[in-house]
């Protein structure tokens, strides 16, 4: 039998860009490092009265103990569905919300009451959901360990709605460098998350709490392009801490739904705000070293070739004679000391991983040979079949007969599965149930799918197996293999023959 499913939660209709402009004041105050309400233009050259940028809405290890992970908080959740259609923001990117629905401002207006409540509120981004709480209540924010089980020692990222609110808890005499000028003025709002110190020789302690730095010198920040993320912040009026809104180490939420199953009983609210668009985390840069390079410590919803490209527009694609970006963390290097004291989400230990087993396949034709990282192909489908679930399956668990396939739209690996399918030495007992991670050349659409995918075919299908096809390292496509990775395990790719046609 083979069951086909498109899309557990289809997005609702795409936002266009979200055209925002940021006075030059505004960035003189980051910049330079102060807090002036003037400032001659003479001294930013280069920068024009008004700077505009575009965003579109389009390992594992045992952990430490947790903060009080035992703590069994009970909450009937209030779920609030909410219109971002509703909600526009001025120009400025420090302006406030103005709603156009009555019900939207009311919900997130009580969210925010929540949040300065020092209480947790599940709330959309463009990327995923996030579990925000006030990041200057440590109160607050060990609530945020206590519902997910999450290891004390791995940070969370700040959200802020505006440069006026960043400025409330960086250091007054800390200066931008230009690369996060650049990359900040074209991608926030929007799913990029950089670090920042939290202390200089003029700001000796930081007000955001200690449990979100986990006590290291730097903050991870980032403005979320999402207009309810964006109005919950602002409407709050305080820097929101907000890791994904899910169990740790369990696939990201991308609907209120999924936080529904993984913590509905442990926070008081969630705004539902739809399918998220983006659908993985924020991309987390660091350029905070000495050489004026650029490091992306965690692949996410801006790709390594949008960086690139925003620096090479800027002018500043090279520094000191080298490539300005100087490579992804865990691909292009490693750092023993940052694994053990990570200063960002996803570094440390497994995630995004279904109860279920997820097995990478990379598909090979008759011309082709496997790499020699990955094992030996296997002759067919059949005999993948027969390798990974035999007949008798785990021990007859209701898992046991079903295989989840997350396959490429029209492939030539998901015409052999259909070509197996219809195949006389079918096990007939075996359910194939299929979900279309979108078109091969489209990764942005595989990026929007791979969490409800790997969630529908672990909690609905409740399938014993997921083999998911592999994709290409290009643009999200790295992103969405950097996921699956640690999804399986780190477990290397199997190969597998397709059919000819």
Not at 345 to 356: C, F, L, N, S, V
Request: aromatic residues 4%.
């Amino acid at each position: 039998m083979f069951s086909t499913h498109n899309h557990p939660h289809q997005p609702t209709q795409k936002r266009g860009p979200c055209n925002l402009t940021i006075p030059c004041i505004v960035w003189a105050k980051l910049i330079l490092g102060t807090k002036c309400t003037s400032l001659h233009s003479s001294l930013l050259p280069g920068i024009n009265s008004v700077a505009s940028f575009q965003v579109d809405m389009s390992s594992a290890t045992e952990p430490p103990r947790n903060l009080d992970s035992n703590s069994k908080r009970c909450h009937t959740s209030n779920v609030v569905k909410c219109n971002s259609d509703s909600i526009d923001f001025t120009d400025k990117i420090q302006g406030k919300p103005c709603f156009n629905c009555p019900q939207t401002a009311a919900g997130i207006q009580a969210a925010a009451q929540v949040i300065r409540s020092e209480d947790l509120v599940a709330f959309p981004t463009e990327t995923v959901y996030g579990l925000g709480a006030s990041a200057l209540s440590t109160t607050a924010v060990s609530k945020i360990f206590k519902a997910k089980g999450r290891p004390s020692d791995n940070p969370l990222i700040v959200h802020v709605s505006s440069l006026d609110l960043l400025q409330t808890f960086i250091p007054p005499d800390w200066s931008f460098p230009a690369t996060y000028r650049a990359i900040t003025e074209r991608f926030w709002p929007g799913p990029l998350t950089i670090l920042l110190p939290t202390t200089s020789p003029a700001q000796s302690s930081c007000p955001i709490s200690h449990l979100v730095t986990c006590g290291l010198p730097t903050v991870a920040v980032r403005m979320p392009g999402h207009p309810i993320a964006r109005a919950l912040i602002a409407e709050s009026g305080v820097p929101i801490a907000a890791p994904s809104a899910n169990l740790s180490g369990r696939p990201s939420p991308t609907t209120a739904q999924h936080v529904e199953k993984d913590i509905q009983a442990k926070i008081p609210m969630i705004l539902d705000g739809g399918a998220c668009q983006v659908g993985v985390e924020s991309t987390v840069v660091d350029g905070l070293h000495h050489d004026g390079r650029l490091r992306i410590l965690r692949l996410g919803g801006l790709s390594v070739e949008d960086i690139e490209a925003c620096l090479l527009q800027a002018g500043l694609d090279r520094s000191n004679g080298e490539p300005t970006l100087a490579g992804v963390y865990n691909q292009d290097y490693r750092d023993k000391q940052l694994e053990a004291k990570p200063t960002t989400p996803g570094m440390k230990y497994k995630h995004y991983a279904p109860h279920a087993k997820v097995v990478i396949l990379n598909p090979v034709s008759n011309s082709t040979s496997s790499s020699d990282e990955e094992e030996p192909p296997v002759e067919s489908i059949v005999e993948l079949i027969s390798k990974l679930c035999g007949k008798d399956g785990e021990g007859g668990s209701s898992r046991s007969r079903r295989i989840g396939l997350m396959l490429m739209e029209g492939s030539a690996l998901h015409q052999s599965f259909m070509q197996y399918d219809a195949h006389s030495e079918r096990d007939d007992d075996l359910e194939l149930c299929y979900s279309n991670l979108g078109p091969e050349n489209q990764p942005a659409i595989s990026a929007q799918r791979l969490f409800a995918a790997l969630r529908y075919l672990d909690e609905e299908r409740t399938v014993q197996l997921i083999l998911v096809e592999r994709l290409a390292q290009a643009g999200l496509g790295a992103t969405v293999m950097e996921r699956l990775r640690k999804a399986s395990g780190n477990s290397s790719p199997l190969s597998v023959r397709i059919f000819s046609s």
